[in-house]
């Protein structure tokens, strides 16, 4: 039974602001610079854009950062579409270009390493090729099935060893269990039941995770992030359910 429905964004036919569910966080714009930090875009990273006819989000990518939803959330289904631009910033400018969601974020803007961009929090990576992989993010750790399949790299499968990571000799990176990424606009979806979170890429399931914690205490609430992170990106329909 579904308790509530809010739409964070839902951007086809509204006539609000897209982005006036979120706060934006921006990590560092330079080396060695102070992160930007919390509703300051001198850059103009995050924008309303109109796109393919309709209203969409567009992140340049230039500044790694996040916006971030002003909302937490235990059990949801968290529903979007996206679709790759064309500029793409250094360090990354000729790598796959990447993005991702990132949910049950808590803590404090800026815990993760990397340029002080994201919070502590559960990752479904958008990147190109590797759409609905998993990465711990500041720490948090996960169980999830599947197989070793380099050195200390997993790739989910149902049924498959159980897994605790990241731990000494596995990564924190998990592989989707297929590809199903396309050309154009695709649609992902993260759908988080008691303790229970698929990764969903155009219709089908290609990654599930167990159990996720933060320092011993199990995750089970937080803010949603969409990632800023080198590469332009438009992102469209973003909506989230309140699950029972």
Not at 48 to 66: C, L, Y
Not at 146 to 152: F, L, N
Not at 169 to 180: A, D, L, P, T
Not at 195 to 217: D, I, M, Y
Request: aromatic share 10%.
């Amino acid at each position: 039974m579904i308790r509530s429905l809010w739409a964070v964004v839902l951007v086809a036919g509204c006539a609000a602001s897209p982005l006036r569910a979120w706060d934006t966080w921006l990590g560092r714009p330079d080396k060695g610079a102070e992160p930007l930090g919390l509703n300051n875009d001198p850059r103009r990273v995050f924008t309303e854009v109109q796109v393919d006819g309709a209203p969409a989000i567009r992140i340049s990518g230039e500044i790694w950062g996040a916006l971030t939803s002003r909302e937490e959330y235990d059990d949801f289904h968290l529903t979007l579409e996206y679709r790759w631009g064309e500029k793409r910033w250094p360090p990354r400018e000729n790598a796959f270009r990447d993005s991702g969601i990132l949910y049950y974020a808590v803590g404090p803007h800026g815990a993760s390493d990397n340029k002080k961009a994201w919070m502590q929090s559960l990752e479904c990576q958008i990147q190109e090729h590797d759409v609905g992989d998993f990465w711990s993010v500041a720490g948090v750790v996960i169980d999830i099935d599947g197989d070793r399949v380099d050195k200390g790299i997993v790739q989910y499968r149902a049924g498959g060893e159980t897994f605790t990571l990241p731990a000494p000799g596995i990564e924190r990176r998990v592989i989707k269990s297929f590809e199903n990424e396309r050309p154009g606009w695709n649609t992902v979806e993260v759908i988080c039941r008691r303790g229970t979170c698929q990764h969903v890429v155009n219709g089908k399931v290609n990654l599930v995770l167990r159990n996720p914690r933060a320092s011993g205490v199990p995750l089970r609430k937080g803010k949603i992030q969409i990632q800023s992170e080198g590469a332009e990106v438009f992102y469209r329909n973003i909506t989230i359910t309140r699950g029972a």
